[in-house]
Nanobody, 122 residues
Framework: QVQLVESGGGSVQAGESLRLSCTISGYMSSNNCMAWFRQFPGKTRASIAEVDSDGTTRYINDVKGRFTISRDNAKDILYLQMNDLKPDDTAMYYC????????????????WGQGTQVTISS
């Protein structure tokens, strides 16, 4: 019954910005971590940014300093602010979530949205 819907993607030039959103409908436990994944054509989906229920964030080096992940817990909305976009950022972007146990993210990503396309031209 849980549904994730990504939005905010588009086609922009290098150096510009985009803000992605992920809305969650249906029941979801309060203690969960959330993440943004991206998938290049012909490659596997990989995590790029994660945020825990207490606000702790993690980023891969390729996006650190340019992307910011945040969440609105009351509204169950996940955001990804993407600045200084580069052609290598071109990909499908997905949101997901996982339960937390022992105060840590299990990274047991089990639900996915439909994805939103981001295309960066030089």
């Amino acid at each position: 019954q849980v549904q994730l819907v990504e939005s905010g993607g588009g086609s922009v030039q290098a150096g510009e910005s985009l803000r992605l959103s992920c809305t969650i409908s249906g029941y979801m436990s309060s203690n969960n971590c959330m993440a943004w994944f991206r998938q290049f054509p012909g490659k596997t989906r990989a995590s790029i940014a994660e945020v825990d229920s207490d606000g702790t964030t993690r980023y891969i080096n390729d996006v650190k300093g340019r992307f910011t992940i945040s969440r609105d817990n009351a509204k169950d909305i996940l955001y990804l602010q993407m600045n200084d976009l580069k052609p290598d950022d071109t990909a499908m972007y997905y949101c997901t979530y996982a339960p937390e146990r022992g105060g840590r993210c299990t990274q047991e990503w089990g639900y996915w949205g439909q994805g939103t396309q981001v295309t960066i031209s030089s």
